[in-house]
C-alpha cells in the first residue's frame, strides 16, 4: 500500500499567510483610496493625499463657489474682491488678478489654491503658483451646468462631497424648473451691454448669452467670433434689439448693484425698438457676471424682463 503522508502546517504560519495574503493589497487599496483626483476646467488632474484643511480662492466667484461646497470655513485667504457672503469680508486678503502677494500666499501654507483661468490662459502669478509646485485648481465655468459640477470638485477636494452634492442637485432642479418656464417663450433679440465706453458686449459663447437663451431671449451679437466683443452704436442701431439689458460696475464692496446712468442714453435713439419701447433692464452684475449658485436669481430676473417685454 502507498504511504500517505499528511503535513501540518504550523498554526502560526498558517494565520500569517492569510493575514498577508488578505491585509496586503488592501493596505495598498486603502491608501490610494485617500488620495482625491479630479479634473479642473484647464483639464489639468488635481491630486490631494488628504481633504484640503488650508484652501485660499483667487477669484470672487471662487470664493462664493467654496462657500456653496461647505468649505468656507476651510478658506484662509481671499482676492480683494471676494465680498460673498458676508462673512468673506473678514478673510485676509491676498491682492487681486493684476497682482498677487506671491510671499503672503507661501507664508499661509495652502494646501489647495482655486484660480480663475482657462486651459489657454493663466496670468503670470497663476503660473508662478505652479511652478511652485503649489496644488492649483483652475476654475472657469463655461456654462450653467458647469458651476455645480464644480461645486462637487470643489466638495471632493474639501472633504464635503455630500454637502456640495446636495446643493448642486437642488442648484440643477430649479435651473430645470426655469428652463421648462421660459425657454420656450416666444424669442425677443436682446443686446446685452458690459459697459458704455467703450461699448462692450457678449458673444453666444459667454455664460450670460446662454442665460438669455435659457430665457427664450435671442443674442444679437451672438454670431461674433471674440466672447466679450468691442462694438459701435451703429451696430446696435442696425440689430434693433428688442430689449437691451445692461449690467453696471462690480465694486469690491458689493455696492455695484445700482442701475448704470448710461442705460438711459439709448433713449436718443428711438428708431431701436429696445429704446421706443422703453425696454431697457439693467440686472446686478454679481448675480449675473459670477458663475455661482446666485446665477440663479440672475436668470429669473432676465427671464421676468424679457416676459415683461414680450
Not at 499528511?6 to 488578505?22: D, E, K, M
Not at 484640503?52 to 461647505?70: N, V
Not at 445692461?246 to 469690491?252: K, L
Amino acid at each position: 500500500m502507498p504511504i500517505i503522508r499528511h503535513y501540518q502546517i504550523p498554526v502560526f504560519s498558517l494565520f500569517f499567510l492569510v493575514i498577508t495574503f488578505l491585509l496586503c493589497p488592501t493596505d495598498s487599496l486603502a491608501t490610494e483610496s485617500l488620495e482625491i483626483h479630479v479634473i479642473d476646467d484647464a483639464k489639468r488632474p488635481v491630486v490631494l493625499d488628504q481633504p484640503a484643511q488650508r484652501i485660499i480662492s483667487l477669484s470672487p466667484h471662487i470664493t462664493e463657489l467654496i462657500y456653496s461646497a461647505g468649505a468656507g470655513e476651510k478658506i484662509v485667504a481671499v482676492d480683494d474682491y471676494s465680498n460673498y457672503p458676508e462673512s468673506a469680508k473678514s478673510i485676509p486678503r491676498i491682492g487681486d488678478a493684476n497682482h498677487l502677494d506671491i510671499e503672503k500666499i507661501l507664508s499661509l501654507q495652502p494646501d489647495l489654491i482655486v484660480a480663475w483661468g482657462s486651459g489657454q490662459s493663466h496670468n503670470q502669478f497663476i503660473e508662478q503658483l505652479i511652478h511652485l509646485n503649489l496644488t492649483v485648481y483652475i476654475s472657469s465655468p463655461e456654462d450653467m451646468e458647469a458651476i455645480p459640477h464644480t461645486v462637487e470638485n470643489l466638495g471632493k477636494l474639501a472633504g464635503s462631497y455630500d454637502y456640495a452634492k446636495q446643493q448642486s442637485q437642488e442648484f440643477r432642479d430649479e435651473l430645470t424648473d426655469i428652463i421648462n418656464e421660459y425657454s420656450r417663450q416666444a424669442s425677443v433679440s436682446v443686446f446685452y451691454e458690459i459697459w458704455n465706453q467703450p461699448l462692450f458686449t457678449i458673444n453666444g459663447q459667454h455664460v450670460m448669452s446662454k442665460v438669455i437663451e435659457i430665457c427664450g431671449g435671442r443674442n444679437v451679437f451672438a454670431e461674433l467670433p471674440i466672447l466679450s466683443p468691442e462694438i459701435n452704436i451703429e451696430a446696435v442701431i442696425s440689430a434693433n434689439p428688442d430689449v437691451i439689458i445692461a449690467s453696471g460696475v462690480v465694486s469690491r464692496t458689493g455696492n455695484g448693484d445700482q442701475r448704470p446712468p448710461w442705460l438711459d442714453d439709448w433713449l436718443q435713439w428711438p428708431t431701436i425698438k429696445a429704446a421706443r419701447n422703453n425696454h431697457l433692464y439693467h440686472i446686478p452684475p454679481d448675480l449675473i457676471h459670477r458663475q455661482t449658485f446666485r446665477i440663479l436669481q440672475g436668470t429669473r430676473i432676465l427671464c421676468e424682463q424679457l416676459q415683461s417685454a414680450r
